[in-house]
């Protein structure tokens, strides 16, 4: 029996890593086009419904990926200020290795005072110190602030290692990626190194390339069908006959069954007006999603698509799941490890991420259009309402068709 009990508890822990886990990168100025650094964090998590939500409680205004299930946002899971502070998470399994304290699970709740109460990379060190311990996390915190500074810090309940983003010796190429291991905790434990490495040969390519870019993260890092071990691509595997369904396994590439949302906070230069800042934000199933930048300046008047509605969730969300829905069509057991690839990609161009991906392209173009003139416009606020009304009709009326 006390095996049995053993096994259930593996089982059960294994599924756990399954689920909330997540790939992310920090990227410096130093290392982008434009000079303005990058942070990127595809969420992995069984909830699934996920929004934007605006806040106004803090010494700072901020904006925030929350759970529709968490209407207030006591957690946020990715989110900027309006001091230019931005900070997200990727879940770490090799910090703790044996724990008996009852504290756990807080990472979100910790980012959200954060948040509230940090201007940068140094204060949220600061915040870290005075925090009360045991903090209740096993973490790695991703923060970059308007001055230029970025760093990941791999965070348990008592002990941190900052890892700066900034510094050569420890990230070489101008960048870190993280997915679910700390660096500094055992290295023979925690997951996501599959994902680690997919992540690091993708962003590798489009270093050597000068590619380190918003679009190249959330269309070719966080739609990759590509799997470093196995050398698969799943955009090359569809069949010829667009209707026929065609099932691939789907596991331990960077979307997963599990991810809820992929966002990219675009930062700004230094010296540069904080109200650039741009949270490009993918709600909802990444494959089966599209982009909408967003601007803290507006406060609660984002676009109506990525806020919560009066049946608790966010519309654009729930369109991405509805489609989602047609690339797992297994119901039984174990369902979510197949997919349905040419609901998805098809040699006749009909599939969803085929539809998608040109009312995306128009949005990116559009966006970054805007954004090159709004730099050199102090009045650039006035016209964000009638962009985020484009935004609006354009992808509606592209899932209108869809669904």
Not at 90 to 101: E, F, G, P
Not at 163 to 185: E, K, M, R
Not at 212 to 241: A, G, P
Request: with cysteine; aromatic share 12%; net charge neutral.
């Amino acid at each position: 029996m006390k095996k049995l009990t053993l096994l259930i508890l593996i089982l059960l822990i294994s599924a756990g890593l399954q689920v909330l886990a997540c790939t992310s990168i920090i990227i410096s100025g130093k290392s982008t086009p434009d000079g303005r650094p990058i942070m990127w964090k595809n969420r992995d998590t069984d909830t699934y419904q996920n929004a934007i939500k605006f806040f106004d409680d803090g010494k700072y205004n901020s904006i925030g990926l929350i759970d529709s299930d968490d209407p207030e946002g006591k957690s946020v899971w990715i989110g900027y200020n309006s001091a230019g502070f931005a900070i997200m998470n990727t879940a770490s399994y090799n910090l703790i290795m044996q724990d008996t304290i009852d504290v756990r699970d807080r990472e979100g709740m910790v980012m959200r005072e954060a948040l509230m109460q940090c201007a940068t990379v140094n204060e949220f060190e600061s915040f870290l110190n005075n925090y009360k311990k045991p903090m209740g996390v096993e973490t790695n915190f991703g923060v970059m602030d308007a001055n230029g500074g970025a760093a990941y810090f791999e965070v348990s309940n008592f002990t941190y290692k900052k890892l700066d983003v900034n510094d050569p010796a420890i990230a070489p190429l101008g960048y870190l990626i993280h997915t679910n291991f700390s660096f500094s905790g055992d290295p023979n434990t925690g997951s996501g190194q599959i994902r680690y490495k997919t992540a690091e040969d993708l962003f590798y390519e489009a270093a050597q390339q000068n590619n380190l870019t918003v679009r190249f993260i959330l269309q070719d890092v966080s739609r990759s069908l590509w799997h470093s071990l196995t050398k698969t691509d799943l955009k090359k595997c569809s069949s010829e006959n667009p209707a026929e369904q065609k099932f691939m396994n789907f596991t331990d590439f960077i979307p997963r069954y599990f991810s809820s949302s992929a966002v990219a906070i675009q930062g700004v230069k230094p010296g540069e007006n904080v109200e650039y800042t741009t949270m490009w934000t993918v709600l909802g199933f990444p494959l089966t999603s599209v982009v909408t930048p967003l601007w803290l300046c507006m406060g609660t008047q984002q676009p109506a698509l990525v806020m919560l509605d009066n049946t608790g969730v966010a519309p654009l969300c729930n369109k991405a799941l509805r489609l989602k829905q047609q690339l797992f069509p297994i119901k039984k057991s174990y369902g979510e490890n197949y997919i349905n690839i040419n609901a998805l990609y098809n040699t006749a161009g009909t599939g969803i991420m085929q539809k998608l991906r040109p009312v995306e392209d128009l949005i990116f173009d559009e966006a970054n259009k805007k954004l090159d003139a709004w730099r050199a416009n102090k009045n650039f606020k006035q016209e964000i309402p009638e962009f985020y009304r484009f935004l609006d009709r354009k992808i509606r009326e592209q899932y209108m068709n869809l669904l």
